[in-house]
């Protein structure tokens, strides 16, 4: 079974500034994609960042970047320079054979 | 092109209605998924689709009955709902069903209320 933990429910930044939200995972699969999500209160999940189990660097998508360290099984996501529209609930995934386990979420609030 | 569409956007049905939510995506992806989201909560998946065909039911009651007609096309047909069936419905794609490299693409849901 796999298990994804968000531990922050909430967390605030201010504008410009970087701010990180934690993510655990738990799997005994050997592959597997861990990813992150971002929904706005209109509802729609939008795709962020992946990261493959077997990928040696992080990965970066813009002002995203995910901070994989496999041993500690953590994938924290970064946003760089926080900007208003950031502010939403941001989820991380995990994708095993054929299903996508979400964790519980962190509502993220970009302030002036 | 990289985007699902879902249609209503808002749905308002009585208890003894029967209405159908559709999902669609042109992105040639072979699997197609359900997910039912309360509020606050993270998505939990319903019903995938596999190359057409239904291949996890997550023990979702029988007032919800998915449907393929094709590859692009994914229905949710409702009837007999309960108020608390009431949440944000996503319909959502992915390229290969079984690999866990491939993201998945969300629409933008259908905010049912059951009355």
């Known amino acids: 079974a796999q298990k994804i933990t968000q531990t922050q429910p909430g967390m605030f930044v201010q504008e410009k500034e970087a701010v990180t939200l934690d993510c655990t995972y738990d799997t005994s699969d050997q592959s597997y994609g861990l990813f992150w999500y971002k929904q706005p209160s209109s509802g729609e999940m939008i795709f962020l960042i992946y990261q493959g189990s077997y990928d040696e660097q992080n990965a970066t998508e813009g002002r995203y970047s995910l901070n994989f360290q496999k041993a500690r099984k953590s994938a924290n996501l970064v946003i760089s320079a926080s900007q208003l529209g950031d502010s939403a609930m941001y989820f991380c995934a995990m994708r095993g054979y054929s299903t996508l386990t979400f964790g519980k979420g962190t509502m993220l609030l970009v302030s002036p | 092109d990289t985007e699902v569409t879902q249609t209503p956007k808002h749905l308002v049905m009585g208890m003894t209605n029967k209405k159908s939510l559709k999902c669609e995506q042109h992105m040639g992806h072979r699997a197609m998924y359900w997910y039912k989201q309360k509020a606050k909560k993270p998505p939990e998946l319903m019903f995938v689709?596999?190359?057409?065909?239904?291949?996890i039911n997550e023990s979702v009651p029988s007032r919800f009955s998915p449907e393929c007609p094709n590859s692009s096309l994914l229905n949710l047909h409702l009837h007999a709902l309960q108020p608390e069936d009431s949440a944000l419905y996503l319909c959502?794609?992915?390229?290969?069903?079984?690999?866990?490299?491939?993201?998945?693409?969300f629409g933008p849901g259908t905010r049912l209320t059951v009355t």
């Open positions: 959502a794609s992915s390229q290969d069903p079984t690999d866990s490299d491939y993201e998945q693409y």
């Open positions: 689709y596999s190359y057409e065909k239904l291949s």
